[in-house]
């Protein structure tokens, strides 16, 4: 709230106020000289002109000693009004740039899992409604899920979708210019980085009894960086900024109130209610079979049993080392 900054203190002329300190005392030195000489000539004037002069020269001497004293006592009010005003402003304003823009928590790239990353994030998953993700495989949301104690969560997953030729050029160039001296190709990228989605699809079945619901967006366009949207706060993880060398990316968490749990939020609704995003439930309902349908239709790919053996093996695999290294920060990790 703005505070009006008075010209003047009660009383006080306000041309007065306005002018500078040097221009006051100026001003009321000339006032006190002009009422001296207007008494001082009065004394060589006859009877009545004389009495005039007094009362003229007197009102001028008593209206510059109270100007002068009243501008002494104001000037300091005035002083301290405007430094609370500028203080309460720039108070205010900081706490709006501190909410909107700045992170509440920043977390540095790492090799493995953070104790600290999981812990806040677990909590927040805990205490949220819904959960909004938006990134490129879920391995490790799985895993997230597989620990949660409780199974009210309502989940929205946006995935890149397989059946779409180039969904995931981006992120595989990305990489692989990231990747130094990796000689990793880009058609091998592509096959590991489709194996983690499929093992991620896998995952959601698995934990699909933790979550009141699923529900799996594929777009063709999937974010770069990922985005995990809780109901007081928003993570987003830069694999657009990830240091060469680290596994996991630097990753920071926003508040409820930020500007991008707004434009994130409002911008997943979107995705959602997009003709061109292809949705899919997976409930507490779903069986083996209805699921191996669904993957064919997510995926495009058969989920025979031997596939469907092997990346429940690599969910499983991938869990339990996440729960190690989360809980006792010691282990090397290894995707």
Wanted: glycine share 8%.
């Amino acid at each position: 709230m703005s505070t009006r900054i008075p010209s003047g203190g009660r009383g006080q002329n306000p041309w007065l106020g306005r002018l500078s300190r040097g221009m006051q005392v100026l001003l009321l030195v000339c006032s006190l000289l002009v009422s001296l000489v207007t008494i001082w000539g009065g004394t060589r004037l006859p009877g009545g002109w004389r009495d005039g002069a007094n009362a003229i020269g007197l009102g001028i001497l008593v209206s510059a000693v109270f100007g002068m004293a009243q501008s002494v006592i104001t000037d300091p009010i005035s002083k301290e009004i405007l430094r609370q005003s500028i203080t309460e402003e720039v108070r205010a304003a900081l706490t709006d740039l501190h909410t909107s823009y700045i992170p509440t928590n920043e977390f540095p790239a790492s090799d493995q899992p953070g104790i600290g990353f999981n812990a806040l994030m677990s909590q927040d998953m805990q205490n949220s409604d819904t959960y909004w993700f938006r990134g490129i495989h879920t391995k490790f949301c799985a895993a997230r899920f597989s620990m949660m104690r409780s199974s009210n969560v309502q989940a929205y997953l946006i995935l890149p979708d397989p059946t779409v030729p180039h969904s995931l050029d981006a992120r595989l160039e990305y990489r692989a210019t990231q990747a130094a001296g990796d000689r990793t190709s880009i058609p091998e990228l592509r096959e590991k980085t489709l194996r983690s989605i499929h093992a991620g699809l896998v995952g959601l079945f698995l934990a699909r009894n933790k979550c009141g619901s699923i529900e799996v967006l594929l777009v063709s366009t999937p974010a770069l960086d990922r985005f995990e949207i809780f109901q007081h706060s928003v993570w987003i993880s830069l694999f657009s900024d990830m240091d060469q060398g680290t596994l996991f990316p630097r990753a920071m968490r926003f508040s409820k109130a930020s500007l991008l749990h707004r434009m994130q939020g409002a911008e997943c609704l979107a995705i959602r209610r997009s003709p061109a995003t292809r949705r899919f439930e997976i409930s507490r309902t779903t069986t083996e079979e209805d699921f191996v349908a669904l993957f064919r239709d997510m995926t495009g790919k058969e989920l025979t049993p031997e596939l469907l053996t092997d990346l429940t093996a690599d969910v499983e695999g991938t869990a339990g080392r996440f729960r190690t290294a989360i809980r006792a920060d010691g282990p090397a990790w290894r995707r």
